[in-house]
């Protein structure tokens, strides 16, 4: 059985197991003051070009993204956010939890468009009763979003400059960011992220480490006092150099991007089985995310030997299916699979 | 430079590491769902004599506090403490975060008594105008207090049959559970505390693993739909199968509670080298943490080669400190101490 | 100048002024435990038929609102509602900032179907990861809604067989119930509702009191306790008498039905002579808000002598407008109105 | 039967009333935006002498406060107030409902000093590991406070001072001001109020409205958005004028302060008639509410005639209690309680 469900369902680059092994008996300040932070958040800023943000480790997705979001909004203020954005549909509620509504903003594919972005704040900050209402306070964005999709340049260039005539904070949820800034469809860089979202994090958990992600704060503005969120909301890891250790082995020797390209090869690939078949997608996607759609018959065909994760049932009976790839995926699984797609 | 500052200054017992390393190429789903929890969820229920428990990992502390007290209560309710208490004092506001209030109760020595709570409780429910006041809805004790103290069998049975009467569950948060379950001064097992308690944590962070803590659930009542807490609180980690391993790594071969004596025993030589110095303690502890207060001079004495942690000044300009032993401290560093104190 | 902006732009029936005079020095006891609370809640179980049920004096809307829904729900539960619904869109978040989401269904008519219902309580509870989602854990819907709409009958009972099969309470937001319960479109009572909803309010505001609302709750299990959440939202007035007396004054001698039938009958007036000039309508609505579609011209020919409320842009460039009557109006100004349409 | 039970057992000034009567049938916008909250607020910062104040009307004491803290704190910071302030003991976790903790402040007689907060301030700010507690983000004093006590001109200066020169917003809860400020111990007005906190409110409810409490925010910092908390918190009324209508009633003719000063008065007054029988008290109260300390005895022939409200049981088995008079408190019933102390 190959497992092709998600991108977490391996350990970690075997690099970062070495480090926590080399270091177990070091002695070190819990909280994250620790050396192996301090020289994991230093990996972070010369990969992103930011030399003065501000960088947190942070447990998982959903607490990045509840931590930070409810620090950087006001208490009558909701987030932006495509409606299948995942703090919209796949948190349990979680945003909600800390007393902001999620503004959910419907789009063909995931992305946020800066028309929609600014139609959204018109309508609110035009309106004389605005006070009735919740006040747009911040955009929330993923990259990749949650069907493989990229922002351009100059997608994420627009977004920006509205939410910087708007004042409210740019935030870029980069739980898959190694497999969108590795992808052939991007043309942008984690430096391009630092210098137009006021806040993001990078995955560790998808791409590559055992969890923890890295929540990069540039705007001076939304800095102060962070730490004291992290601990209110139960993300303070005691032993917070196991985070800081985690991000050093994905960032040292390039790592973090040459294991998400792999990756994404290896989603090409089967991609390409499949169009080969002639099987539909239900979005194209670049990235290490394909969502094929596939019979019943299909599926059966499959399921002896592969896992998938179901994504939805299209109105003609056919089932949009996730077949996921990672850092962990090996070539062997792959080339199953494509065999396995050749005999449908 | 020997730290004796807290007990979470180390990586994990190296068997847990081992464990990692077997099984860091296979595949498992995510969330806690894997093969790896669910026997570790089997040690535990063991270890308990609780097998009708649900047990849930959780990243940490305060994450575990917060999450089984806002699942616990109702919106007007509030959670009873001992004043000192650790979701009083030092989580940065995380109980009232979630909207309820903790219900401090003065305690000399950290730990609430069954004529406290049913002081409280009293003056609650007796009171004509009672909904003008926050409800008592749980109690909250630690295991060992913050200050090492222990509850004994009887005295635990007493809080439980108060809680019991009014109908209101009793927590237990056993961050470094082990150390008082090891110690000579317990007289009660973790089989007791289950069938006392309504839930309980294992603590997994001191007590030798990287992170985690074990939360058990054994009130019926408590544990409809509490996955859906720990996700929407951005606790439920996506590799789960990481907090199964730490888990199977502390149970396995009794290295929990063994890790936990060895660690009791240095504690004791350090508080013996004390005492027979005439150093006094801010409270006397039958575990791993020790509060001894020393004058500034025999602290810088000490300063170079060994590292404590501040408690609070006393009256008379002197300092009580804490040091802290855990399952990685070498005797070698006890000894270094000990023979330290026999000269200061 | 007339208004016909909303239905709450005067003060109150006159006789709920007679009886604040009568009373103003009458000593009671203060948060609703006074003999005029106590009277209004008699009447109000006799007005529906459900002497068991406990009466609530709330403030206004929203916090009736907010103050039951909270109370209802477990933490990691959401509020199912039309997206139209006032909790939605005009409450400034007032539900998310006590934890919850509001679970939005879309809708034509801003009704909840109970086909809609079902298909979102199937969509989650038959999700094998349902706990990474918000559990629907409650229905709301107005009655009137938003635009105006009526349930009928055998609506409500479908969708309230659909909650109680489900195991969730169905809450009615009756802000405008007298205009609904008085509409000739109306074929269900008082005590229909009582009967098929487990917790609603009869509106007050909107309905000829100075202020106020009345929460009926009749399922059992949501009435404990609820007195601590009226005063934890900051909703129980010390001088709790004054909402007693608005609704002694509206139940006294039928005149919360009696004085909405006049206003729908004004409303009807007014539908009429805009239909006679082949004005339509965004949606038909049979209560004492009506919903015509004007030009730009039209309006500024009744702008100086009228008020309204703007609704929105329709895409030809025409606009939606609210025209509402209430318990207030005068014949003079709907005589007006509608000798100005007739000139249109 | 007089009731001395409490300052808001009766209905209003009947200047009030008449006001309401008057204006009954006047159409005008709601939520707070009419002609008459306009001129009410510009008589109370008139009152105030404070030109540039936002002045807010509230429904409630509560809700003033609640809306106001949670509007004024970040998330991770929590209110300071005396351990017997009334949002710690008397509001049902209000302020804990929205996220914050109140952190109390041991005080003999319900007032905070300068010096006890200034070194809590300090304790906080000078913790090298501050983000594991909250973070006091602003000060909440009464006045007059619970016990009836009074704040010098000298000591809200000394109070003002600490709160500007730590950033931190200075809040006064004035919902018995009126009593404060002609109370012959009162050596500061409410230009001095205005002047040295950054918001405070004049109470209405008990100093002779029926309802209602006027939110004055001068720190233009505060100011932003404010409505937006009104609308979500459930606070703002449909019929927003009722509330300006009970200002102007206070307002005009000084109405607000003479009110108060004949209830004083009266309280002082029963104050002597105890003191010349020997009877002490809890606390010596120079305004409306005065806690004589009685006998069951003593109690026991009062009450065929007579109400008050227990305070607390002192060790010696006597009663506390609180005699309290208000702006409809009768000369008659001042004097049959006189007779009645003076025979016990």
Redesign the interface.
């Known amino acids: 059985?190959?497992?092709f469900?998600?991108d977490?369902?391996?350990?970690?680059l075997?690099e970062i197991?070495r480090l926590?092994?080399q270091?177990?008996?070091?002695?070190?300040?819990?909280?994250g003051m620790d050396e192996y932070c301090e020289k994991a958040r230093g990996l972070i800023r010369n990969f992103c070009d930011a030399p003065e943000a501000d960088v947190h480790f942070m447990?998982?997705?959903?607490?990045?993204?509840?931590?930070a979001i409810?620090?950087f909004l006001?208490?009558?203020q909701?987030v932006l956010s495509a409606a299948t954005g995942h703090i919209n549909?796949?948190?349990?509620?979680?945003i909600?939890?800390?007393?902001?509504?999620?503004l959910a903003l419907e789009s063909p594919d995931g992305k946020v468009s800066a028309k929609a972005l600014k139609a959204a704040l018109d309508a609110h900050f035009g309106d004389p009763?605005?006070?009735?209402?919740?006040?747009p306070g911040m955009l929330y964005i993923s990259y990749p979003t949650e069907s493989g999709q990229l922002y351009s340049l100059s997608e994420l260039t627009e977004l920006s400059k509205v939410c910087r005539k708007a004042g409210i904070p740019l935030y870029l949820d980069g739980a898959r960011l190694s497999y969108g800034l590795t992808s052939d469809a991007c043309d942008l860089t984690a430096k391009d992220i630092a210098r137009l979202c006021d806040a993001f994090y990078l995955g560790g958990?998808?791409c590559g480490a055992?969890?923890g992600e890295a929540l990069v704060i540039t705007n001076e503005a939304l800095k102060k006092?962070f730490?004291?969120?992290?601990?209110?909301?139960?993300?303070?890891?005691?032993?917070g150099?196991?985070l800081g250790l985690q991000f050093i082995g994905l960032m040292e020797e390039g790592r973090y991007l040459s294991a998400a390209q792999k990756a994404n090869r290896q989603a090409l690939a089967i991609r390409a089985a499949l169009e080969e078949k002639g099987i539909s997608f239900l979005i194209p996607s670049p990235t290490n995310q394909q969502f094929p759609i596939l019979t019943d018959k299909q599926l059966a065909a499959l399921a002896p030997h592969f896992s998938w994760d179901f994504w939805e049932k299209m109105p003609d009976g056919r089932n949009a299916v996730r077949f996921c790839t990672s850092w962990?995926t090996k070539d062997e699984a792959v080339e199953a699979l494509v065999a396995a797609v050749q005999k449908l």
Chains 1, 2, 3, 4 share one sequence.
């Not at 549909?89 to 979680?94: I, L, P, Q, R, S």
């Not at 909600?96 to 999620?102: I, L, M, P, W």
């Open positions: 059985m190959y497992r469900t998600c977490y369902e391996e350990g970690c075997p197991l926590m092994e270091t177990n008996y070091v002695q070190t300040p819990g909280y447990v998982g997705g959903t607490q990045a993204n509840l931590t409810s620090a006001r208490p009558w909701g549909v796949h948190e349990t509620g979680a909600e939890a800390t007393g902001h509504k999620v009763h605005s006070e009735h209402t919740v006040q958990t998808k055992l969890f006092d730490r004291y969120m992290i601990k209110q909301r139960g993300g303070m890891l005691a032993k150099r196991m962990a």
